[in-house]
């Protein structure tokens, strides 16, 4: 599904570029990425546990920071299908997780989770 709608939006002059790792900017519509000058009219941030760290060199979101989590999911083993859609809690405002969910999966597989284990190690970007 998500290769249909890159093809897509190929069709509309979109440029896809992976392996290219953010490196800096260089100017309002230019950035060094992987070994390449890109210009670009306009830009997505897709840097993953980066994209606040790119954000911020773009002049966005100065006050936040992401705080990256390890989520593990289990996988319900039983034959029975108990459930055949997504199950979410209602959010707590003061916690705003999303807190354990079941999840069908495409090949009707479920799992249930996820954990929330806290990543602190220092996120760095490659130069």
Same mark, same amino acid.
């Given at each position: 599904?998500? $290769?249909?709608?890159? #093809?897509?939006?190929? %069709?509309?002059?979109?440029? =896809?570029? &992976?392996?290219?790792? *953010?490196?800096?900017?260089?100017?309002?519509?230019?950035?060094?990425?992987?070994?390449?000058?890109?210009?670009?009219?306009?830009?997505? $941030?897709?840097?993953? #546990?980066?994209?606040? %760290?790119?954000?911020?060199? =773009?002049? &966005?979101?100065?006050? *936040?920071?992401?705080?990256?989590?390890?989520?593990?999911?289990?996988?319900?083993?039983?034959?029975?299908?108990?459930?055949?859609?997504?199950?979410?809690?209602?959010?707590?405002?003061?916690?705003?997780?999303?807190?354990?969910?079941?999840?069908?999966?495409?090949?009707?597989?479920?799992?249930?989770?996820?954990?929330?284990?806290?990543?602190?190690?220092?996120?760095?970007?490659?130069?």
């Amino acid at each position: 599904m998500i $290769n249909a709608l890159k #093809l897509k939006l190929e %069709k509309l002059e979109i440029t =896809f570029l &992976f392996n290219h790792p *953010y490196k800096r900017i260089l100017s309002k519509n230019s950035i060094i990425a992987g070994e390449k000058r890109i210009d670009y009219g306009m830009l997505v $941030n897709c840097g993953g #546990l980066y994209a606040d %760290k790119i954000a911020k060199d =773009f002049g &966005f979101s100065q006050n *936040y920071t992401l705080a990256p989590f390890k989520g593990l999911y289990l996988e319900f083993k039983d034959s029975e299908r108990l459930v055949t859609r997504n199950i979410y809690p209602v959010p707590n405002i003061k916690n705003p997780f999303l807190g354990i969910h079941i999840t069908v999966k495409v090949d009707g597989k479920i799992k249930i989770g996820p954990t929330a284990a806290p990543c602190f190690r220092e996120r760095t970007m490659k130069d």
